[in-house]
């Protein structure tokens, strides 16, 4: 199984401020993995450190096994990592095709279409010509990950993807990452509560005050632990 | 009236061809470019060295590609190295940047006012519904029109614009998606230094040329942009048309008011409209 991306003993943060300390995290071909958290323990952090926003004070960061210092904006998607961001970022100048367009920046190789994008979310080939902030909250989750997967990645991170969506959205789009998983992408989802993880993830981490205090399969996580770090 | 008009939207297509470019680097970079009048003045200049030998076009491409080089060395070496510090920082190296190339252009060519002839070809007047108009004129409206229909339709339907669009919205998230921005930047400084090199080409046979005249299309500009709404293409182009008209009308009608009015057009649209004609953040 090949690294896809890796936290080795990484100090980041934002100016003088230490967020995470001394975190080592690992995600390989086809997994699906999750880090659970409180709000503010630093798990945007993680996103910002491989995004190269949040300074690098310490450690090393690997995309797609290769360490980059500094780590521009850009690199992470030419390695192959996508992110849908925390509360979407959907472009609001742009329609839905052209912020599905952006996603497919040049250097990877092209399994993802406008197409199949279209044929994944329908909705958002009714709606191609609106602005891409004129959706739904659900349907701009959608518009995220397509843009995301425009990218042809193989690891899809999702930061907080199901804040603010009602759970029949949420329940779909548990069924979609499913989809995007049993296709061979592999999945990073940084939660804070636990309905959409335990539908996807197999793996997982829990951050607390910027450390990993726990880590494991699913399957053995305790009651104990998610009430005192994620919300159920 | 007519005249004034037409006289009108030769300044407001000046005043858009400078002003577009800022637009395009504060979209950006986020700064406001205070070496911009200098690039417009430095286009003149060049213009006006070239046109000796190169005739009008020759002088209008040897300046268009000098200043798009001055623009892409900008950003390359002051602008990004700059842009994870405090964006006063960057706006204080630009107006020191103004003040070296106007030194630069008082050194090459002297302080003395220089005046570049309207090329031979459009020299002479029309008739306009019974009035006559200087036929360069109307070549400078031209080519304003000209840059907007361009540019307009390299941004809308380039996959370069598409990104330039996208940056300028939310560099971060483009930047997600795989797209050099900083690449993307290199262009858009590249390019809006090139237009306001046309400008200033254009607007020697108009203008007495000196190493202090981008100063005062500088400020016009920055009334453009504020009055258009910060970041917005389509803005600027309204707001230069209504600025060019208020300032030749104001100089014919109220001209011990007319270096006033545009100022006070400024204060009344961001009162009426605090985010500017079109744009979204003042």
Request: aromatic fraction near 0%; hydrophobic fraction near 25%; glycine fraction near 14%.
């Given at each position: 199984m090949s690294e896809l991306l890796a936290f080795s003993n990484v100090v980041s943060g934002y100016g003088d401020a230490r967020i995470l300390h001394d975190v080592d995290l690992t995600i390989g071909d086809g997994e699906r993995v999750a880090v659970l958290g409180r709000n503010g323990v630093g798990k945007t952090t993680i996103v910002n450190t491989f995004l190269g926003v949040a300074r690098l004070s310490s450690g090393e960061v690997r995309l797609a096994g290769e360490r980059h210092?500094?780590?521009?904006?850009f690199i992470a998607a030419r390695r192959g990592i996508a992110l849908v961001p925390q509360g979407r970022r959907i472009i609001p100048t742009l329609t839905v095709r052209e912020n599905l367009a952006?996603?497919?920046?040049?250097g990877r190789n092209k399994p993802w279409t406008l197409d199949r994008v279209f044929d994944l979310f329908p909705i958002l080939r009714e709606r191609a010509?609106?602005?891409?902030?004129?959706?739904?909250g659900g349907q701009q989750q959608m518009l995220a990950i397509g843009r995301a997967l425009m990218s042809n990645p193989s690891l899809l991170v999702l930061d907080?993807?199901?804040?603010?969506?009602?759970p029949v959205i949420i329940d779909e789009l548990a069924v979609v990452l499913r989809q995007l998983a049993d296709a061979g992408t592999a999945l990073l989802l940084i939660e804070q509560h636990f309905g959409l993880v335990h539908r996807v993830a197999e793996r997982y981490y829990v951050l607390s005050k910027g450390t990993i205090v726990e880590q494991g399969h699913l399957a053995g996580i305790s009651m104990e632990s998610l009430k005192k770090h994620v919300a159920v | 009236m007519l005249v004034q008009i037409l006289n009108g939207l030769v300044y407001g297509g000046l005043l858009y061809i400078v002003s577009v470019g800022l637009v395009l680097i504060f979209g950006l970079r986020r700064i406001v470019n205070f070496a911009h009048g200098s690039l417009f003045m430095l286009g003149a200049y060049v213009g006006f060295s070239v046109a000796a030998m190169g005739g009008f076009w020759g002088a209008l491409l040897a300046a268009a590609i000098v200043l798009a080089l001055v623009g892409a060395l900008l950003d390359i070496a002051i602008l990004q190295p700059l842009q994870?510090?405090?964006?006063i920082v960057t706006v204080l190296v630009t107006f020191g940047l103004l003040l070296i190339l106007e030194d630069f252009a008082q050194f090459v060519w002297g302080k003395d006012f220089l005046k570049s002839p309207v090329p031979t070809m459009f020299s002479g007047s029309v008739l306009i519904f019974g009035e006559s108009f200087p036929v360069y004129r109307l070549v400078v409206i031209a080519v304003a029109a000209l840059v907007a229909l361009g540019l307009s339709v390299w941004l809308r339907l380039s996959k370069i614009g598409l990104y330039v669009r996208a940056s300028s919205a939310d560099p971060l998230t483009t930047a997600m998606q795989g797209v050099n921005t900083d690449r993307v930047s290199v262009i858009v400084v590249a390019l809006g230094a090139a237009l306001a090199g046309i400008s200033g080409t254009i607007s020697a046979p108009l203008l007495a040329l000196s190493p202090s005249m981008g100063s005062y299309i500088l400020i016009e500009s920055f009334i453009v942009v504020v009055v258009g709404g910060l970041g917005s293409f389509a803005g600027a182009f309204i707001a230069a048309i209504v600025i060019g008209q208020v300032h030749n009308l104001g100089l014919v009608y109220v001209p011990w008011a007319a270096t006033m009015i545009p100022f006070l057009l400024m204060v009344g649209v961001l009162i009426w409209r605090p985010t500017g004609i079109a744009g979204s953040h003042v």
């Open positions: 210092s500094p780590i521009r904006h952006i996603g497919g920046a040049p010509n609106t602005p891409g902030t004129a959706l739904s907080e993807p199901s804040e603010g969506l009602a | 994870r510090e405090d964006p």
